[in-house]
């Protein structure tokens, strides 16, 4: 498809260009149709709640369209309070009253399940009840996180209103080098341009290194880009793309529409060579703190969590599993590993790795959110250090207040985890 334009366009202004059923441009303010909306089981009685008092004075209260609203519990799976209890129960008759797709507390991590379901789809504009939603820009969509009230807004009538951001491209060229990942370079981005060097912009990620990413390495891109402040981090489509949709999206055929034109005017523009990037570590208690693990090792880690919605991929564990090979977890060291996604976790069983974590003195749980956002279980005591590969690490995230959370790949988790101290990778 394309929007007949008198200016060349990003990415995200041809997305709100459809979204809006007209031409816009960075900085315009339009009333947007929303695509998909996922919500899940700690901000998703709230939307509720907040959908049923706008439409107070109707007889009939409606959502706009039942099959673009996707509710996935993850965060308190199973419920490990009555609270949390209750919430489900109040979200499973929302759901069941509205004819909305619930995948309850089987499939996982919203943030995995809505790609991995087909939910998403390049030039789509996605809203998510999370601050992790642009996690799905990796597939060539407009995808951020709202508020519950914003959400109860879009239950009730499949708009919201917007400013189409200003873009700011990250143009990365070279190969990783050996046990250097995705989530080193994103970590790297966010430590070089800060906490809020993004804010309110969509983040665009492109360049020789991006096009030779996974679709598992772009989602790690996209998931962290909220970290420097981007409302989203988007990669344009490609044949990446179109082969993990494929199947996915059974009607799905490839646009090549969905790119930022040659001559799009960008608000900023950074160039990276990534031929000679070291493992990174994102330092307490500040994401963009971020340091070479070389000027971390020795740390003394008590606990090392492998998962969430940024690193909990087959791919991602499969890193582990290699590294590992067949030596036991350092005494006195708790490893956790979480895949993302009830698909991702029967990948890993029929790889063998379960078997393999659970001898060397892991803990594999059900996939779920698990100690991120302090969840239900996993989680850090006073003073104590973890290292994990989601992604925060503000002061309490994982647990206690007065505990400290470190952020790095998979590999430098898994090295750490095999010597109870923040460990290079590369010397594994």
């Known amino acids: 498809m394309s929007i007949n334009s008198d200016h060349q ?48 004075d109707r007889e009939e209260k409606k959502v706009w369209d039942p099959s673009k609203i996707v509710i996935i519990f993850d965060h308190q799976v199973p419920a490990d309070s009555l609270n949390a209890a209750a919430n489900h129960i109040m979200l499973r008759e929302f759901a069941k009253e509205q004819g909305i797709l619930n995948y309850d507390v089987y499939e996982g991590v919203c943030h995995q399940v809505m790609p991995e379901k087909g939910h998403v789809r390049p030039g789509d504009l996605v809203v998510g009840s999370d601050s992790h939603t642009c996690a799905y820009g990796a597939l ?11 959400m109860a807004a879009v239950f009730a009538s499949g708009k919201l209103w917007f400013r189409v951001p200003e873009t700011i491209r990250f143009e990365i060229e070279g190969k990783l080098p050996d046990r250097v990942y995705s989530k080193d370079l994103i970590l790297h981005l966010i430590g070089d341009v800060g906490a809020d060097g ?73 160039e990276y060579d990534v031929s000679d990037l070291e493992p990174q570590v994102a330092c307490p208690h500040n994401v963009d703190n971020v340091k070479p693990v070389t000027e971390v090792e020795g740390t003394k880690v008590d606990q090392v969590f492998v998962g969430s919605c940024t690193n909990g991929r087959f791919e991602d564990i499969e890193i582990v599993a290699k590294l590992m090979g067949d030596e036991p977890v350092a005494k006195g060291v708790r490893l956790l590993i979480i895949p993302a996604s009830r698909t991702e976790y029967m990948k890993v069983l029929h ?37 994990a590969t989601s992604n925060r690490n503000f002061k309490g995230r994982e647990g206690s207040p007065d505990s400290y959370v470190y952020l790095g790949s998979p590999a430098t988790a898994a090295a750490s985890a095999l010597t109870g101290e923040i460990t290079d990778p590369r010397k594994i």
């Open 9 to 56: 366009m990003t990415i995200s202004e041809k997305i709100f260009s459809k979204a809006s059923g007209k031409s816009v441009k960075s900085g315009d303010f339009v009333f947007a149709n929303i695509d998909r909306a996922m919500t899940h089981d700690i901000t998703g009685p709230l939307a509720v709640e907040g959908f049923y008092e706008i439409l107070r």
């Open 140 to 150: 060539g969509a407009f995808s951020t996180g709202i508020g519950s009230t914003d």
């Open 198 to 270: 993004v804010r309110y912009k969509a983040a665009e990620y492109g360049g020789s290194t991006l096009r030779n990413m996974l679709m598992s390495e772009r989602m790690t891109m996209s998931n962290m880009a909220i970290e420097m402040g981007a409302k989203a981090g988007i990669i344009e489509a490609d044949s990446i793309t179109g082969e993990y949709l494929k199947g996915r999206i059974p009607d799905y055929e490839f646009d090549p529409y969905w790119k930022s034109d040659d001559d799009a005017e960008y608000s900023g523009y950074h």
């Open 351 to 387: 790889a063998g790795y379960i078997k393999q974590f659970m001898e060397a003195g892991a803990i594999v749980e059900s996939p779920c959110c698990g100690p991120c956002m302090g969840g239900s279980f996993g989680l850090l005591g006073d003073g104590e250090v973890g290292l």
